[in-house]
C-alpha cells in the first residue's frame, strides 16, 4: 500500500529565504507526482504536477523534482514571500487513487 | 466563474441525520472525485467517477454514496451521520488524458 510521508510538518522561515520541502513514498510504481497549495479553510490550488518520465518540472518560483527510484520529491521555493505561507500537499497518482502526504504548514516570516 | 464549487461550506448537523453535499464543475471534466480531509489534514480518497465507472475506496462505509444527475455534478450523500464523519471533504474533476485535478474549496462538516 502506498503511503506518502512529509518532513517538515511545519517550517519557519524569515522572507526572502530559499526552503525545501520533502515529500517521500513508499511505492515507486507511481503514475506521476503533484504538489498542491492548501491555504487556511481554503481548497486546493495545484502547483506543479511531475509525469513519472520527469526529474523535475518549474514554474516562476518553484521547483520540484522527482527521483522515481528512491521514492522522494522535493519542492523548492526561491526568494519566499509572506504570501507563501500555507499547507504545502504532495500526491502521488497510480491511475485512479491518488495517495495524499499529510503536508508541511509553511510559515514565511516578514 | 468558478471552476469546481461545492455547497454548503458548512454543515453543522446532529448525529444519525442524513445530508448531502452537492459539487459542480464548469470545466467540461469527465471525472470527479471525493476526498475527505481529517483533522490531521490527511486527505483520502473516497470516490473517483466518470460516466461510466465508480470506483469505491473499500475504506469507505456503505452510508457514504456518490450521485451523479449529469456530468458536471457529483453530490455526495451520507446516512446516519456519526461523530466521526466530521471533516473537510473536498470535490476535484479533471479531464480525461490529463493529469491536473481541479478542487472545490471544501465542505466543513460537523457532526455534533
Known amino acids: 500500500k502506498q503511503e506518502v510521508t512529509q518532513i517538515p510538518a511545519a517550517l519557519s522561515v524569515p522572507e526572502g529565504e530559499n526552503l525545501v520541502l520533502n515529500c517521500s513514498f513508499t511505492?515507486?510504481?507511481?503514475?506521476?507526482l503533484q504538489w498542491f497549495r492548501q491555504d487556511p479553510g481554503k481548497g486546493l490550488t495545484s502547483l506543479l504536477l511531475?509525469?513519472?518520465?520527469?526529474r523535475e518540472q518549474t514554474s516562476g518560483r518553484l521547483n520540484a523534482s522527482l527521483d522515481k527510484s528512491s521514492g522522494r520529491s522535493t519542492l523548492y521555493i526561491a526568494a519566499s514571500q509572506p504570501g507563501d505561507s500555507a499547507t504545502y500537499l504532495c500526491?502521488?497518482?497510480?491511475?485512479?487513487?491518488?495517495?495524499f502526504g499529510t503536508g508541511t504548514s509553511l510559515t514565511v516570516i516578514p | 466563474d468558478t471552476a469546481v464549487s461545492q455547497t454548503p461550506k458548512y454543515l453543522v448537523t446532529q448525529m444519525g441525520n442524513d445530508k448531502s453535499i452537492k459539487c459542480e464543475q464548469n470545466l467540461g471534466h469527465d471525472t470527479m472525485y471525493w476526498y475527505k480531509q481529517d483533522s490531521k489534514k490527511f486527505l483520502k480518497i473516497m470516490f473517483s467517477?466518470?460516466?461510466?465507472?465508480?470506483?469505491i475506496n473499500e475504506t469507505v462505509p456503505n452510508r457514504f454514496s456518490p450521485k451523479s444527475p449529469d456530468k458536471a455534478h457529483l453530490n455526495l450523500h451520507i446516512n446516519s451521520l456519526e461523530l466521526g464523519d466530521s471533516a473537510v471533504y473536498f470535490c476535484?474533476?479533471?479531464?480525461?488524458?490529463?493529469?491536473?485535478?481541479?478542487f472545490g474549496p471544501g465542505t466543513r462538516l460537523l457532526v455534533l
Open positions: 476535484a474533476s479533471r479531464l480525461r488524458g490529463q493529469e491536473t485535478q481541479y
Open positions: 511505492d515507486s510504481a507511481i503514475y506521476n
Open positions: 511531475i509525469q513519472s518520465s520527469q
Open positions: 500526491a502521488v497518482s497510480t491511475g485512479n487513487q491518488f495517495y
Open positions: 467517477y466518470n460516466n461510466k465507472e465508480l470506483i
